[in-house]
DNA sequence: ATACGTTTTGAGAGCGCTCCCATAATATTA
DNA sequence: TAATATTATGGGAGCGCTCTCAAAACGTAT
């Protein structure tokens, strides 16, 4: 039913490769030839069949992504649609199409087999996995190129993240230098590479400021806003006169323990969060936390990716993005740098 | 570098022909034979070339996702990532996979063009489009397989909604009941389907039960969470007892702003929600309000689509799927039917 | 007019698969 | 055993495109 290459040759009296070479910009072809053959095209609306082009060329012009299904769960918190979004407009930009894959646990290693082999996609951007995610080791087996966000502790593996590490002390030395002393932390899962460098992060600030750790007043998490609620419960009968949240919607969660506790905040309990998802703004009082660029990692990510894809660039390895420390209410300090 | 049917079927000693069979599930193929080959498959883990399939069967198993970027603000709501969950869930299980276009304004006819021609996709799920949304027409003057999300008032389109008319009827009713007098509402876009039928059932409530329209109690927002904040204060001022809100979303806004004016929920504002989103049973209090089936929804519509597809079932039309009144705390009853 | 370079165009092959049809192998019946 | 029906397999064409290569058209200098 769709027109053809061959139907818009006949239809502007030229070849079939004329006509390609109009649709592929190429630059061989007379310019009155151009016009006749383009306005042909514009008139029947004529877009030439991928699958044929792809079958030809080993290209699709499709980036795949991935959310692992462990994450998916997670699709509640706004970091992932904002990923998403930056990785869309990126693709938009660049001419490409999105395939995305929610990966279900038990389809998973199926899914990604059949991702990795059956030529729909070009390459793929795999958001927030476990350290020990099978799927690394697949996609690199694979000659698929593939960025990862969240860094990966193996070598030669594209990636993108933010520095965690840093990120996590500078949000525990902020409570600090505002004086706090029984800080807590709920930390993110600890096989999540971004939960396990925040959590050092933390450790780290402790300890430069000689702060011993408590092990009471640190509880694990699995960032969602239940679990931050659990934790700050528990959290509760140590006393803490402040809280590090791995995550914003974690944060929420200790927020409204607190609220239940009858406690202040920041005036009896100081809260930090990670992220500064769009509610962050708004909640009562203002989350103070650590802003990540989401939606620009996701748009870079999918530039480096396609870099990869197109100029067949090798190892970017770790693409670091800034974060910044955003100071509202809930710590307490309406100002600092 | 990947394989093809044919290394397969010199492997095994066969055909290409044979191999194909195996894969296809033919059922003449001796049993022997086909294990033989698919033996080799599996030790090769090979999967066959979808873009070549798809150039011969005119199919791809792929199904197209619109979000039109009017929308895309949306994306903190929790709604869009829930009917993708569910798109993709229902897609994996039938084999499919997803392709996903957050349509920005600008490109999106630019967009749908390519969509609707380069043979990508089988079939379209387009979620929450205004009423006057050009992609509509697009859609219809191809032969493409379309299904909306959210009814639609153009003829002969098929489509998945709840009865937003009847839920919002429902919802006004049952603050109704519980006594109040003046009932806000804090309504959505009126130019797309939802928000005007959630409205229309808010005036028909109050209409069967003899209560005027006090145009003053009705503020219009875009289902943002500051829009409902923006809306509620407005609304204040006429000293509403509750309020409906057209969305969770614009409640949580609506009570921050009551919050703020140092109100009590349920007793000086009782304040009921539309979609029950996972945070609205951790609101402060828990928020009484619609309940939209969404992840079904988008797996139901995904399952109406590829029947479509396979089948070439024509007009389903319309599917309502039923909504549910979830009582909590903020509508000041804890119980009623 | 002839020869040469340069730009522009067309024809053919082939990407990896499915589908149709012909042939080969096997089973069934006379 | 021959004839027929049935099942299993192989070969060829072709889906719509790109890409290489050869031919045509045009320009310019001899």
Redesign the interface.
């Known amino acids: 039913?769709?027109l053809t290459l061959e139907d818009i040759a006949r239809l502007s009296g030229v070849s079939r490769s004329t006509v390609s070479r109009v649709i592929n910009a190429d630059m061989n072809v007379k310019h009155e030839t151009r016009q006749k053959v383009q306005q042909v095209i514009n008139n029947y609306?004529?877009?030439?069949?991928?699958?044929?082009r792809?079958?030809v060329t080993g290209r699709?012009n499709?980036v795949g992504?991935v959310i692992p299904a462990s994450v998916?769960l997670l699709?509640?918190d706004?970091y992932?649609?904002?990923l998403?979004?930056g990785i869309?407009?990126m693709c938009?930009k660049h001419d490409y199409?999105?395939?995305?894959?929610?990966a279900?646990p038990e389809?998973e290693q199926h899914?990604i087999?059949?991702i990795?082999?059956?030529?729909?996609v070009d390459g793929v951007v795999v958001a927030s996995i476990r350290m020990d995610d099978p799927i690394i080791q697949s996609l690199k087996e694979s000659?698929m190129p593939f960025i990862l966000i969240g860094r990966h502790p193996t070598e030669n593996v594209n990636y993108l993240d933010v520095d965690n590490l840093q990120s996590g002390r500078k949000a525990t030395l902020h409570l600090l230098r505002l004086g706090y002393k029984r800080i807590a932390a709920i930390i993110g899962l600890q096989n999540h590479v971004a939960g396990y460098d925040r959590y050092q992060g933390y450790l780290k600030a402790l300890q430069e400021t000689d702060h011993p750790l408590r092990p009471e007043l640190v509880a694990e998490g699995d960032f969602t806003?239940?679990s931050g609620?659990t934790a700050m419960k528990r959290l509760l009968k140590y006393r803490p006169d402040a809280v590090f949240a791995a995550s914003d919607t974690m944060a929420y969660?200790a927020m409204?323990a607190l609220?239940?506790a009858n406690l202040e905040i920041p005036k009896d309990v100081a809260v930090v969060g990670f992220d500064d998802?769009?509610?962050s703004s708004?909640t009562?009082p203002p989350l103070t936390t650590v802003r990540q660029p989401i939606t620009q990692m996701g748009s870079k990510a999918v530039d480096v990716l396609i870099n990869i894809i197109e100029n067949g660039t090798k190892s970017t390895e770790g693409v670091i993005m800034d974060t910044e420390l955003v100071v509202r209410e809930s710590c307490g300090a309406s100002n600092m740098d």
């Open positions: 039913m769709p609306n004529f877009q030439p069949n991928l699958a044929a792809g079958l699709t499709v992504v998916s699709f509640t706004p992932f649609p904002q998403l979004q869309s407009a938009t199409s999105v395939m995305l894959w929610l279900e389809y899914m087999t059949r990795l082999h059956n030529g729909l000659k806003e239940e609620y969660g409204r609220r239940e998802i769009p509610g708004k009562v």
